[in-house]
């Protein structure tokens, strides 16, 4: 299923380049997106997007990966900046083998591990070549991609929310959201 198919708002009815999508999107229309790697290997679905109030960015996508029919999934917290949208395929790109996927720090969903710590952030962004705290960081393959498809990451429209947040909104420090 597509983000086209969750789209209850009409957010991307427009074939033309007028509406907010591709580079703005709502997340709940990404949540339940395939996430596939460039040998066109399926890797999983989304089945939450992570955001991370302070900064007012997306911190991870969560993964999940293997089992059958929802049962014995191992989920893995995927930093957002790794992942890259193909438009025309409608799912996200991950650069990662299936092998090498299947030794990424992951978890299972009655046990989630503290994302915001120190230690978790650094042996993740580690593990995808990603860096920490780098709005709109692309991963250390780059971001070249096939026609049709666009990096949410290295759009030169991407604007570091950070820098818009000013009075009493997310990561001011005023407890405001």
Not at 49 to 65: C, E, H, K, N, P
Request: aromatic share 10%; net charge negative.
């Amino acid at each position: 299923m597509s983000y086209l198919d969750r789209d209850t708002y009409g957010i991307y009815r427009s074939d033309d380049a007028t509406g907010p999508g591709p580079r703005l999107m709502g997340a709940d229309t990404l949540i339940g997106e395939d996430v596939y790697n460039r040998q066109d290997e399926d890797l999983g679905d989304i089945k939450e997007i992570m955001l991370d109030i302070r900064s007012g960015q997306v911190a991870y996508a969560v993964l999940s990966f293997g089992g059958w029919l929802g049962m014995g999934d191992k989920l893995f917290a995927v930093p957002w900046q790794a992942l890259q949208l193909d438009t025309e395929n409608k799912r996200f790109l991950l650069d990662v083998s299936k092998d090498h996927l299947k030794n990424a720090p992951g978890f299972d969903q009655d046990n989630w591990p503290d994302m915001a710590s120190t230690e978790f952030n650094t042996q993740l962004h580690s593990f995808y070549g990603t860096q920490q705290n780098v709005p709109g960081g692309v991963t250390s393959t780059g971001s070249v991609m096939g026609s049709g498809s666009a990096s949410l990451q290295s759009d030169p429209g991407y604007i570091d929310p950070t820098y818009s947040n000013r009075g009493g909104s997310i990561g001011s420090g005023s407890g405001n959201i």
